[in-house]
């Protein structure tokens, strides 16, 4: 535990001081310490990270009205175009679809061509083209009787041509058949749109209609876009949790998440509702382009831990509130993904993951047993889920033992709801230790808190039990922010000073990360146009990525781990006014790799403070040190699209390091040092 303490010795210039005893071995500090979690919110996926441009392609939006959702237009996003006598008319059909899971696609009858007839779609907010830059087109068509040849154009918004195909009438076919093309831009465009045009009298039947950048990640058809992985990936998180989040849950069962829905060829994938669509005046639907694959494929891209979530049989407790009849559907769907992730081609699932492209197994390790349940007596059926839970651990431990299983204490990080999780879960740990099993690995915890919460509760894992086999129910940091207003869904500003109060929190769960085994911040993305919540990691729009300062935050955390922690005492040089908290925050480690020690510092003050800094039992130091820095002149900056690094980490050299010195914190700023022992 941090210690606070005036000391006997006195430097009139310093304010406070850091004590580091070097030779003296903290707690290890776990692998997985710092992550990210993906959920599909704020546009966070279509729109986002899965690089599709075109918006509504499969002509499947409008089938939730009634069931979930506000909206019944299934052509939205699409628009006609008519010139001079042009006739046509357009319907959407269900008898013959591409697939059972696609049911939907959209057939159009040209009755005379006019000037002009045809469909543009107008992607999400636009189509962002670049000059020179490919695009890989496809869709899929059926000819019923159409007579002519069809173009597909990228245009402005005004129709000035980018470029063209065209897919003569001889090669139609009467059975659905995906046609496909490289379409390169004439000119750059944040705002153009893609055109459909017919020439003559007919009618046909299109679907899965698809404009990707050629520039993808990885350059993978059906990609991810690249800037929004390079940045997520820059942060060097050590596991990925996907694919959410209350999306896991549904708002129903009916529309909860279900993997096996998001793996397979595209066109084969369902479509379901968002239920982040009603904190928004739109459509919000989940295409299910970015799945299971792709997200145990991103993971490992990024050198990250997959961490699924899979649904308890269980809708969200905030809205639905509905508990499955039978659950063992839901368990077989987790071992189900198990043997997908790992299993070989002499497995069901094992030849699914294979055939979807990927030989070797994607190393499951961790998977989270539904989402934020928790335990309500007084409703009916809302008291089941650690029965639940314990059913999936039984049966899961039985036929893969080395999996890691994350229970959940619910939604807040105090209450009766989190007491009661917290009661159940220290008992049946103790009862399975008894037995020399594991009953959790980790229990996942969530905190959206004010700046004060962040604050005073650094030491929060202090005295956080340690279980005897040094396994059983570490804490999984699993969703955090620090949020500096109330409000249902916008919940403040990702501003220098909240970021701050998470880099002071994050020195107590370094700290004490022989019990806090994983962390990340959440949500992760957010499209400025389409924003649900906030704050946010990582903010884009169509053509610009920018991370905010809570990403510098995790930055610098995820980029300066060190393998174990030093013991670290912060004292004050002077009287304390009664109740005032300390304004430095600090932790220290030691990388045996490099054999740096990392000291990790933060000032929440509006005025700089000189700290001095004592190396204990420290053999050696090199006066250079690097240094690591985030900061700005006030504490209510952030970052913008107008204004991207604004405030960024900064790096320097210290020239003064030694045995004992003197820094000086700059006013609201988190510093790390790495000084160098060899």
Not at 40 to 54: F, P, Q, W
Not at 215 to 237: H, M, Y
């Amino acid at each position: 535990m941090i210690k606070t303490h005036k000391l006997d010795f006195l430097h009139p210039q310093e304010n406070y001081s850091i004590k580091i005893d070097a030779g003296s071995k903290g707690v290890d500090i776990s692998p997985t310490f710092i992550g990210v979690f993906f959920e599909d919110i704020n546009y966070g996926a279509d729109g986002g990270l899965y690089a599709e441009l075109i918006q509504n392609r499969s002509f499947e939006f409008g089938v939730f009205k009634d069931r979930f959702s506000k909206f019944d237009d299934y052509f939205y996003a699409w628009e006609k175009f008519i010139k001079g006598n042009g006739k046509f008319k357009i319907a959407r059909e269900n008898e013959e679809p591409i697939h059972q899971n696609n049911p939907h696609y959209l057939e159009v009858t040209i009755e005379e061509t006019g000037e002009g007839v045809g469909i543009s779609n107008t992607g999400f907010g636009g189509i962002a083209l670049n000059e020179s830059q490919s695009y890989n087109l496809s869709v899929f068509l059926k000819n019923n009787d159409y007579k002519g040849n069809i173009h597909v154009l990228l245009e402005s918004k005004t129709g000035e041509l980018y470029a063209e195909h065209t897919i003569s009438n001889h090669e139609l076919s009467h059975t659905w058949h995906k046609y496909e093309a490289v379409l390169i831009s004439k000119r750059s465009d944040a705002n153009a749109k893609l055109s459909i045009r017919f020439d003559n009298e007919g009618t046909l039947s299109l679907d899965m209609v698809s404009l990707f950048p050629g520039n993808t990640w990885a350059n993978r058809k059906n990609g991810l876009r690249e800037d929004l992985v390079q940045i997520l990936k820059d942060l060097q998180p050590k596991f990925m949790r996907f694919p959410g989040g209350c999306i896991v849950e549904g708002k129903y069962l009916a529309n909860a998440y279900n993997w096996k829905d998001t793996i397979g060829p595209v066109e084969h994938r369902k479509t379901n509702w968002n239920r982040w669509e009603e904190w928004q005046d739109a459509p919000y639907n989940q295409t299910y382009g970015l799945g299971f694959y792709e997200y145990f494929q991103l993971s490992e891209d990024i050198g990250a831990a997959p961490l699924p979530i899979i649904n308890c049989g269980m809708s969200c407790q905030f809205q639905g509130k509905e508990v499955a009849d039978n659950i063992e559907p839901f368990v077989q769907d987790a071992l189900d993904l198990i043997e997908y992730a790992n299993g070989d081609e002499t497995t069901e699932w094992g030849a699914k993951r294979i055939a979807d492209g990927h030989t070797e197994p994607f190393n499951l390790v961790y998977l989270g047993i539904g989402n934020e349940q928790w335990i309500d007596y007084d409703t009916p059926n809302q008291d089941k889920y650690f029965e639940t839970y314990e059913v999936f651990r039984n049966r899961i431990k039985e036929k893969y033992p080395d999996i890691q299983l994350i229970t959940t204490s619910g939604p807040f990080p105090n209450g009766k709801e989190f007491d009661i999780a917290w009661d159940i879960i220290t008992e049946k740990t103790k009862e399975y230790i008894g037995q020399g099993k594991v009953y959790a690995e980790l229990v996942d915890e969530h905190y959206y808190m004010s700046p004060d919460w962040f604050l005073d509760n650094d030491s929060r894992y202090d005295n956080y039990p340690r279980y005897e086999d040094g396994i059983s129910s570490k804490v999984f940091a699993g969703e955090y922010a620090c949020h500096t207003n109330g409000g249902p869904s916008k919940q403040g500003e990702n501003n220098l000073y909240s970021a701050l109060c998470e880099a002071a929190f994050m020195t107590g769960l370094e700290r004490n990360s022989d019990v806090v085994g994983m962390t990340a911040y959440a949500p992760l993305f957010a499209k400025t146009t389409n924003i649900q919540w906030q704050p946010d990691l990582i903010w884009f729009d169509n053509t610009r990525v920018y991370g905010s300062v809570s990403y510098y935050v995790q930055k610098m955390f995820g980029n300066n781990m060190g393998t174990y922690t030093l013991k670290t005492d912060i004292a004050s040089l002077s009287a304390l006014p009664q109740h005032k908290r300390l304004p430095i925050y600090s932790i220290a480690s030691k990388d045996e790799k490099t054999g740096d020690i990392i000291i990790k510092m933060v000032n929440i003050d509006e005025k700089s403070h000189a700290v001095n800094i004592q190396l204990q039992n420290a053999e050696y130091i090199n006066s250079k040190a690097c240094v690591t820095s985030l900061t700005s002149e006030n504490k209510m900056d952030k970052n913008t699209l107008e204004e991207p690094r604004k405030v960024i980490e900064q790096v320097s050299v210290f020239e003064d390091a030694a045995p004992e010195f003197s820094y000086e914190m700059p006013a609201q700023s988190f510093v790390i040092l790495r000084l160098k022992t060899n």
